[in-house]
């Protein structure tokens, strides 16, 4: 499977912005899929996942109520969708795709990451 995710910019604090990742190949619906994110001098860190067929979803209690992730297995894509955003946000964002499920420690492909900034 090959990732690509986009959608990063530059967005004011209390904005919105959605980011997507793109992935290809037949068995895009037989991986959990997850967001992460690595803010300058800070380790990599999980952000939200979705299950396989979408119809759960967890996240990281610093984007709980604010982010929503999402997935389109007809189309082959996952979106994580940021509102109220925050400078704190401000990250490289990373999908990555798991074989072992929603609560994987795992993940087995990585995409290469878009930009978000967010302004105060």
């Known amino acids: 499977v090959q990732l690509q995710a986009s959608g990063g910019g530059l967005v004011q604090a209390g904005g919105s912005l959605r980011v997507s990742c793109a992935a290809s190949?037949?068995?895009?619906?037989?991986?959990?899929m997850a967001w992460f994110r690595q803010a300058p001098g800070k380790e990599r860190e999980f952000v939200a996942a979705?299950?396989?067929?979408?119809?759960?979803?967890r996240y990281a209690d610093s984007v709980k109520g604010r982010f929503t992730v999402s997935r389109d297995n007809a189309k082959n894509t996952v979106n994580l969708q940021m509102n109220s955003l925050k400078p704190e946000d401000t990250a490289v964002y990373y999908c990555?795709?798991?074989?072992?499920?929603?609560?994987?420690?795992?993940?087995?492909?990585w995409g290469q990451g878009t930009q978000v900034t967010v302004s105060s």
């Open positions: 979705v299950s396989r067929s979408g119809g759960s979803t």
């Open positions: 990555a795709a798991s074989l072992g499920g929603l609560l994987s420690s795992i993940y087995n492909y």
């Open positions: 190949g037949r068995t895009f619906s037989s991986y959990a």
